[in-house]
């Protein structure tokens, strides 16, 4: 009984240290689909998420899943702990159960995993006494990790999010395709997208290897109810169609490099998730609105270069994307904005704790809306 307590405590330590160095130390993606943290993140989103379909308000929801993430983080090294803790009273247990029970061999290996050595529980053997250094090293080196792994992750959660606000004001709350062009036509000129696409193919690839690197971010809700990264990659997508697809003024190289590596970026993160593409269902961009949309394109002085083949060319690019888009959303329990701007929707900078808006802004000061509104 000993001989195999020791065998199946050495399996679980490998499992546990191999599992942290993929998540913690390995920057790539990992294929394999039985692992732990795998198992742990099915299963505790499993259980977040039917809880949170049971919430009805958008709002309360969206409080509800933004602590999943980071709590799901604290979960996971709490399993890791507790795990090492296990293997390491089980393979204390398999060479000194002559002088210790299990529940003393339990305790040993607690407090020399946390470095707290009381010492009032002694390993009696050789062998004992090597398991007991072997786990203050590992805790040691456990605690470290963690402690680098954390502002690591905060990093690149900050990164994410810097872009996702700027976006804010050049496409709404949340953000929309039509909105962008409007916004764009109405001030620095639709050629001034250009640079904006060049930011977001760097952010895209930023997004693609540090959510690669570190998946539990993809669960990391964003600083506002009506934003998310998944709406505004979404968004960009959105933007780069509509500009490959053919528009008079606008050259599509860039939005083709930026289309690229969004899509690239969306494709891989729902393999990361286990998301497989679905049908994109509702339909983003029915018909009434795509007659729109190409009003507001007109409207800022850029229309279809090709008018035939506009609409054809826009719905190929969007089967190239939105299956994964809505499977993102899917799982993450994501709303995707449409592309037009919800009519009563207000900026996020436009509003405040105190007060939802107050008048005083001249109509030329900022995008030439009716509706400006500052708090």
Same mark, same amino acid.
């Given at each position: 009984?000993?001989?195999?307590?020791?065998?199946?405590?050495?399996?679980?330590?490998?499992?546990? +240290?191999?599992?942290?160095?993929?998540?913690?130390?390995? /920057?790539?993606?990992?294929?394999?689909?039985?692992?732990?943290?795998?198992?742990?993140?099915? %299963?505790?989103?499993?259980?977040?998420?039917?809880?949170?379909?049971?919430?009805?308000?958008?709002?309360?929801?969206?409080?509800?899943?933004? &602590?999943?993430?980071?709590?799901?983080?604290?979960?996971?090294?709490?399993?890791?702990?507790?795990?090492?803790?296990?293997?390491?009273?089980?393979?204390?247990?398999?060479?000194?159960? @002559?002088?210790?029970?299990?529940?003393?061999?339990?305790?040993? %290996?607690?407090?020399?995993? $946390?470095?707290?050595?009381?010492?009032?529980?002694?390993?009696?053997?050789?062998?004992?006494?090597?398991?007991?250094?072997?786990?203050?090293?590992?805790?040691?080196?456990?605690?470290?990790?963690?402690? %680098?792994?954390?502002?690591?992750?905060? #990093?690149?959660?900050?990164?994410?999010?810097?872009?996702?606000?700027?976006?804010?004001?050049?496409?709404?709350? /949340?953000?929309?395709?039509?909105?962008?062009?409007?916004?764009?036509?109405?001030? !620095?000129?639709?050629?001034?997208?250009? #640079?904006? +696409? @060049?930011?977001?193919?760097?952010?895209?690839?930023?997004? +693609?290897?540090?959510?690669? =690197?570190?998946?539990?971010?993809?669960?990391?809700?964003?600083? !506002?109810?009506?934003? =998310?990264? +998944?709406?505004?990659?979404?968004?960009?997508?959105?933007?780069?169609?509509?500009?490959?697809?053919?528009?008079?003024?606008? /050259?599509?190289?860039?939005?083709?490099?930026?289309?690229?590596?969004?899509?690239?970026?969306?494709?891989?993160?729902?393999? $990361?998730?286990?998301?497989?593409?679905?049908?994109?269902?509702?339909?983003?961009?029915?018909?009434?609105?795509?007659? !729109?949309?190409?009003?507001?394109?007109?409207?800022?002085?850029?229309?279809?270069?090709?008018?035939?083949? &506009?609409?054809?060319?826009?719905?190929?690019?969007? @089967?190239?994307?939105?299956?994964?888009? &809505?499977?993102?959303?899917?799982?993450?329990?994501?709303?995707?904005?449409?592309?037009?701007?919800? =009519?009563?929707?207000?900026?996020?900078?436009?509003? =405040?704790?105190?007060?939802?808006?107050?008048?005083?802004?001249?109509?030329?000061?900022?995008?030439?809306?009716?509706?400006?509104?500052?708090?």
């Amino acid at each position: 009984m000993t001989v195999v307590a020791g065998i199946v405590g050495l399996l679980l330590l490998g499992i546990v +240290l191999w599992d942290g160095f993929e998540v913690i130390i390995l /920057p790539r993606r990992v294929t394999r689909r039985i692992r732990l943290t795998g198992l742990f993140y099915r %299963s505790t989103w499993f259980l977040c998420s039917q809880l949170a379909r049971r919430v009805a308000s958008g709002k309360r929801r969206e409080r509800y899943l933004s &602590f999943y993430g980071p709590l799901s983080l604290v979960l996971l090294i709490v399993v890791w702990a507790m795990g090492l803790i296990l293997a390491f009273a089980m393979m204390q247990w398999s060479v000194g159960w @002559r002088h210790m029970g299990f529940g003393d061999c339990l305790y040993l %290996s607690g407090t020399t995993f $946390i470095t707290l050595g009381l010492g009032d529980v002694l390993p009696r053997t050789a062998a004992a006494r090597f398991v007991v250094v072997l786990e203050s090293g590992t805790g040691f080196g456990f605690l470290a990790l963690v402690i %680098s792994y954390l502002p690591v992750l905060y #990093q690149a959660f900050s990164r994410r999010e810097t872009n996702i606000l700027l976006l804010d004001a050049r496409a709404g709350s /949340p953000p929309a395709a039509a909105e962008l062009f409007r916004r764009y036509a109405a001030g !620095h000129g639709l050629p001034a997208l250009d #640079q904006l +696409l @060049r930011e977001w193919e760097i952010w895209s690839a930023d997004l +693609l290897e540090s959510h690669i =690197s570190f998946p539990v971010l993809a669960y990391f809700r964003s600083q !506002h109810d009506n934003q =998310s990264w +998944l709406g505004a990659l979404t968004a960009i997508l959105d933007v780069c169609a509509v500009v490959i697809a053919g528009i008079d003024g606008l /050259p599509p190289w860039q939005a083709r490099l930026t289309f690229a590596m969004a899509r690239h970026t969306v494709v891989d993160l729902a393999q $990361i998730v286990n998301a497989p593409p679905r049908a994109p269902e509702p339909d983003r961009l029915p018909a009434d609105n795509a007659a !729109h949309f190409k009003e507001i394109l007109a409207a800022a002085g850029t229309a279809p270069s090709n008018p035939a083949e &506009f609409d054809s060319k826009l719905a190929q690019l969007r @089967r190239m994307y939105e299956p994964y888009v &809505f499977a993102l959303a899917g799982h993450l329990m994501v709303n995707l904005t449409t592309w037009m701007r919800v =009519s009563d929707t207000i900026d996020n900078w436009r509003t =405040s704790a105190w007060e939802r808006s107050s008048t005083g802004l001249p109509k030329s000061l900022f995008d030439g809306d009716d509706d400006v509104h500052m708090a």
